[in-house]
């Protein structure tokens, strides 16, 4: 899945992620779940054009399993 716009995302919140132990954790449905490092878009080259953070995730095995996040963009806060 590749992250297309911010309409395909989830548009975080300050307090919904967070670096902890130099990784960048999201929350996602009350669960902190760590970013995969090949999930990490540079904000920077234009992939975030809203300047918030932003994370792209799915569900492999319906919500019964752990989120596979696609994309992650820390916004201007970075």
């Known amino acids: ?16 992620w967070r670096t902890y132990n130099g990784v960048y ?9 760590d970013v995969p490092r090949g999930a990490i878009v540079d904000p920077g080259n234009g992939a975030n054009p809203i ?9 492999l095995d ?5 989120p596979t996040i696609d994309c992650f963009a820390s916004g201007t806060m970075g």
Request: aromatic share 12%; net charge negative; glycine share 10%.
């Open 25 to 33: 954790q999201v929350l996602i449905e009350n669960r902190w779940w």
């Open 1 to 16: 899945m590749p992250c297309c716009s911010e309409a395909d995302g989830v548009v975080l919140n300050e307090e919904e």
């Open 62 to 66: 319906g919500y019964e399993g752990a």
């Open 51 to 59: 300047g918030k953070p932003i994370v792209w995730y799915r569900h």
